[in-house]
């Protein structure tokens, strides 16, 4: 789950080369709409593209599915939620998320619904994009006091940020976040290795700037992100390889788990001079895959080191 592709249910071209973009995750939006009619096309675009890819038997591997629903101040958040999840996207997520208290909110809507769909309680899980406005970037700690288990990683959105604060700018004249971005970032990445849940970075803004979406992944990568959204496929493909564990990575992480694998019941273990702990261990497994066990061979490789 390295890349995730954010793509809008109207924008059928993107769309229609989602599937075969080797994005980690497929996050269809559709609360982008304005109006009432424009929202009710989107969610049910958003459904039928799920429903249409909920089974994937593709050369390229699988990607998860994902929607973003309008954000909890927009009363379509339900009617999102009613349409989409026949579909049973793996997870949700929520735009302009002010706090814990609406993600609480969600979960509630989300049991009800999960039950009338079939879908396992608790299968669904929640990303918030978080610091959008001023108010909710300086609460975006209150996510690391109160843990949910539906909570799978933190993600925040540089555009909005930008737009609510007036700024006709994301990043200073030498191509880093200005002050603002940096605050929120920051805070996402902190918090999120806290809550030992992922740090997902911002898309790079310009489509057509394959370069700067690379100087960005890498950038993401090397400050300590799991992931990093995308607005276009075609920077997907920088994404992943930025992403791409080192053999030195994957060879720590594998004895990370290993570890934990043959002491089980310890809370921290030993490690490489340092003692290491659930978070670590969180991160080693995503790191690896295991997760959404999108690498064939990675638990026993694992267990072979025992």
């Not at 009710?40 to 593209?49: G, I, K, Q, S, V």
């Not at 605050?183 to 849940?197: D, E, M, P």
């Amino acid at each position: 789950m390295k890349s995730w592709l954010i793509v809008r249910a109207d924008e059928e071209a993107l769309l229609a080369s989602a599937a075969t973009s080797g994005a980690g995750v497929v996050v269809v939006d559709c609360g982008f709409a304005a109006g009432d009619r424009a929202k009710d096309e989107a969610r049910h675009a958003a459904r039928d593209w799920l429903s249409s890819h909920r089974q994937q038997v593709l050369a390229h591997g699988r990607f998860a599915r994902w929607v973003r629903i309008s954000p909890i101040h927009d009363a379509a958040w339900r009617d999102d939620l009613e349409t989409v999840m026949a579909a049973a996207p793996e997870g949700i997520l929520l735009p302009e998320c002010s706090g814990p208290g609406q993600l609480q909110e969600i979960a509630a809507q989300l049991y009800e619904v999960e039950q009338r769909n079939g879908i396992q309680h608790g299968a669904t899980r929640i990303v918030p994009q978080v610091g959008s406005r001023a108010g909710d970037a300086l609460n975006i700690r209150s996510f690391a006091e109160e843990s949910h288990p539906r909570l799978a990683g933190l993600t925040w959105d540089a555009r909005a940020l930008a737009h609510s604060l007036g700024s006709r700018r994301t990043r200073d004249g030498f191509g880093g976040f200005t002050d603002a971005m940096r605050h929120v970032r920051a805070s996402v990445l902190l918090t999120a290795h806290a809550r030992g849940i992922m740090a997902i970075e911002s898309a790079h803004a310009v489509a057509k700037d394959i370069e700067g979406a690379d100087a960005a992944a890498k950038a993401a990568r090397a400050d300590g992100f799991s992931a990093m959204a995308a607005r276009h496929p075609a920077h997907v493909g920088p994404i992943n390889k930025a992403f791409e564990p080192t053999p030195e990575e994957r060879s720590d992480a594998l004895s990370i788990v290993a570890a934990f694998a043959s002491n089980p019941g310890m809370e921290t273990l030993p490690h490489k001079g340092r003692r290491i702990g659930a978070s670590e261990l969180a991160r080693a497994r995503r790191l690896l895959g295991q997760e959404e066990d999108a690498e064939p061979g990675v638990r026993q490789e694992a267990r072979s080191l025992v």
